[in-house]
């Protein structure tokens, strides 16, 4: 594939906008059929945008991460799933800046640069909790390692050309193993049935004694051993995600009350928009959806202000900033999609029209990690100043 390099952030802006004016188009259809975006995911990577956040010195634009949340709430107001999809993309993008050697960086952002796709293979079910990562790297006599374990949720993974796979060593360190997508020994399969976000096909990897070269695995661990924003970049783009969901449902609301809603009859008026009570309602939810957007702009701005100057205090900043914004973000989405069937009656809950995609997208993608531990630990930051965990979920 040959992928196009974006320039700067105001080119990768208007790129993220006409690309999501073009993926709304078939989003409530590719939906509705489980119709995987294969073809949609080849004109994302031609167009350079999962380089963007390639360092300048390796040849990319390097944009900065508020502009990187833009992008992907302009694609998520389009088609959330297909905006879920290159979330983790980033996400091990950004490992690579953070622990990858000079020739590490050479190689990988090369294949970020030709348009080559990272999934992700980090989760794993029936552990005691999201951070019990069981997936072993056994070192070999040469140096290298054999890769085993069981990955779910493993969104990107069908589509990607390399798999990060999170995994420990035999010092229960933590790990990225980088693992070509065809790898001996790999499998992904499309098993994901949730009832949101469905064509992202966040199956399961399969992992049996993989061979990985020892120069394309990193210590993930030594991440958070001092001040860091892996937890702030990776929670900033799920933010963002939950704003474009909340802002492509009130879209979408607005929409079809202007062009196919009747007014209650007890109002008086010809047009259901003319409705005192509608306007109010659609008032609220701008509200709603401006104010999660505002925070979102702030959260991009204290992840960028601590990337420039990194320390304790900035890098709690940002996580904390980035809390606030996917607190509020998760919960407009899931009131903005649900509220569309409120202000738009009873002919929006047809089956055919697919406007519950916004609700179901809003309510799985929402469930990623709880709200309510992002809002203790922003609770505890403004009453004793305690610097959220580097656990790297915040």
Not at 160 to 174: G, K, Q, S
Request: without cysteine.
């Amino acid at each position: 594939m040959t992928a196009k390099v974006i320039a700067d952030d105001a080119e990768a802006l208007a790129v993220a906008a006409a690309l999501a004016e073009e993926f709304r188009v078939g989003a409530p259809e590719r939906d509705a059929e489980r119709r995987l975006p294969r073809a949609e995911l080849d004109r994302l990577s031609a167009s350079g945008l999962p380089a963007v956040t390639v360092p300048a010195a390796y040849g990319g634009a390097d944009v900065r991460q508020e502009t990187l949340a833009e992008i992907f709430r302009l694609l998520a107001s389009a088609d959330a799933s297909l905006a879920q999809i290159p979330q983790s993309h980033f996400v091990y993008v950004n490992v690579i800046h953070r622990q990858g050697t000079p020739e590490q960086r050479e190689f990988f952002f090369g294949e970020v640069l030709a348009g080559r796709r990272f999934g992700n293979a980090q989760s794993e079910a029936g552990t005691r909790h999201v951070q019990d990562i069981r997936t072993r790297l056994e070192q070999q006599a040469d140096g290298s390692y054999a890769l085993t374990g069981v990955k779910q949720y493993a969104t990107g993974a069908l589509f990607a050309d390399w798999i990060p796979v999170l995994a420990r060593t035999e010092d229960d360190n933590l790990h990225v193993a980088y693992v070509p997508r065809e790898a001996e020994g790999l499998t992904v399969v499309d098993d994901w049935d949730g009832m949101g976000q469905r064509t992202t096909a966040s199956g399961t990897v399969r992992l049996d004694a993989v061979h990985v070269p020892a120069d394309r695995v990193l210590p993930h661990h030594l991440t958070f051993q001092g001040p860091q924003l892996h937890g702030a970049v990776a929670q900033l783009l799920h933010a963002a995600i939950d704003a474009g969901i909340a802002g492509g449902a009130l879209a979408e609301a607005a929409e079809f009350v202007r062009t196919k809603s009747r007014p209650w009859f007890e109002s008086g008026f010809e047009k259901a928009t003319e409705d005192p009570l509608l306007i109010q309602r659609f008032g609220e939810l701008a509200l709603q959806v401006r104010a999660t957007e505002a925070l979102l702009g702030a959260a991009g701005r204290a992840v960028d202000a601590a990337r420039a100057d990194l320390t304790d205090d900035s890098a709690a900043e940002a996580s904390i900033a980035v809390a606030a914004a996917k607190a509020h973000a998760a919960a407009t989405a899931v009131e903005v999609a649900d509220a569309l069937f409120e202000v738009s009656g009873t002919r929006s809950a047809l089956n055919s029209l697919n406007l519950h995609r916004h609700w179901r997208d809003a309510r799985t993608h929402t469930l990623h990690d709880p709200a309510r531990w992002k809002i203790q630990h922003i609770g505890r930051y403004v009453l004793s100043g305690t610097k959220p965990p580097r656990h790297g979920l915040l």
